[in-house]
């Protein structure tokens, strides 16, 4: 789950794990405080051990008559313990903070079969 704070944007965020994308979720308008809920479940292995995954958070301001504007990003690095409501700070290009995303990792083991 992703909440986002900043200024008066109309935002979408691109998920990326290990900087592949797996999830943009649709702009949000009139919402200073939009929620997005994007679930994504990535196969661990000795080889993709939990903690070698980088999970990015690249927040846009959509622009219907320009191209849009990149605000910043988000990073977490997921270990076992869940994350919960956890606020995780967006940085510019530029290293100032843009706001926050609140995110809920869960690290579920499965049994092969």
Same mark, same amino acid.
């Given at each position: 789950i992703f909440t986002i704070t900043d200024e008066d944007?109309?935002?979408?965020v691109i998920v !990326?794990? /290990?900087?592949?994308?797996?999830a943009e979720t649709e702009a949000v308008e009139e919402?200073? /405080? %939009?929620a997005y809920d994007v679930v994504h479940e990535v196969l661990l292995t000795e080889e993709n051990p939990l903690?070698? /995954?980088?999970?990015?958070m690249a927040v846009w301001d959509w622009d219907r008559f320009s191209g849009d504007?990149?605000?910043? !990003?988000a990073r977490i690095v997921p270990g076992p313990e869940p994350m919960i409501r956890q606020p995780v %700070?967006?940085?510019?290009?530029r290293g100032s903070k843009r706001g926050f995303v609140v995110? !809920?990792?869960?690290?579920t083991p499965m049994p092969f079969i």
């Open positions: 944007y109309v935002m979408y !990326t794990i /290990n900087g592949k994308e797996v919402s200073r /405080n %939009p903690t070698g /995954n980088v999970i990015e504007d990149y605000l910043g !990003t %700070p967006i940085f510019s290009e995110v !809920t990792t869960v690290f």
